[in-house]
């Protein structure tokens, strides 16, 4: 990526050696401090993205049903494990406590949305109790979460 100044003869233009030499400006430009950072923002962005995805590891089923908007700026997460354990968030919790949490943790507010993240092995019926355990509480605003096909 140099460029080489000298002249062949080693003499200017005007026939007399040894005068100064006016250097010409180099006409690349030197790209490599700026890979040298997307290299690494590749990285960090790599490393990153994995760890973005929070909550309980659950093997959602598929549909085709449009997706969820979020209207609401924090909807509550219920996670429903194929061993039957209840999760709000990241929280375990027992089956005959979670509308009085729920109910605490929205301060009695019926339209908060609630998205619910049940294991395809699950049983129907276990969902469904849920379900009905939320909506008996005086929760109106569920959606089920799928894997898009």
Do not use: C, H, W
């Not at 290299?39 to 994995?50: D, G, R, S, Y």
């Not at 093997?59 to 997706?67: H, I, Q």
């Amino acid at each position: 990526m140099g460029a080489s100044l000298q002249n062949k003869g080693g003499m200017r233009r005007g026939g007399i050696s040894g005068g100064r030499r006016r250097a010409r400006p180099m006409s690349e430009i030197n790209v490599t401090p700026f890979v040298d950072v997307m290299l690494v923002l590749l990285i960090v962005f790599m490393v990153t993205a994995p760890l973005l995805t929070a909550g309980v590891k659950v093997d959602l089923p598929d549909a085709s049903a449009k997706a969820v908007g979020e209207e609401d700026n924090k909807p509550l997460e219920i996670a429903l494990t194929a061993a039957g354990e209840i999760f709000i968030g990241e929280t375990k919790v027992e089956a005959d406590r979670l509308a009085n949490m729920m109910q605490a943790m929205t301060r009695n507010d019926p339209d908060r949305l609630i998205f619910i993240r049940a294991d395809q092995a699950l049983n129907y019926g276990d969902v469904m109790k849920t379900l009905g355990t939320l909506n008996a509480a005086g929760f109106r605003k569920m959606a089920l979460l799928t894997e898009a096909q």
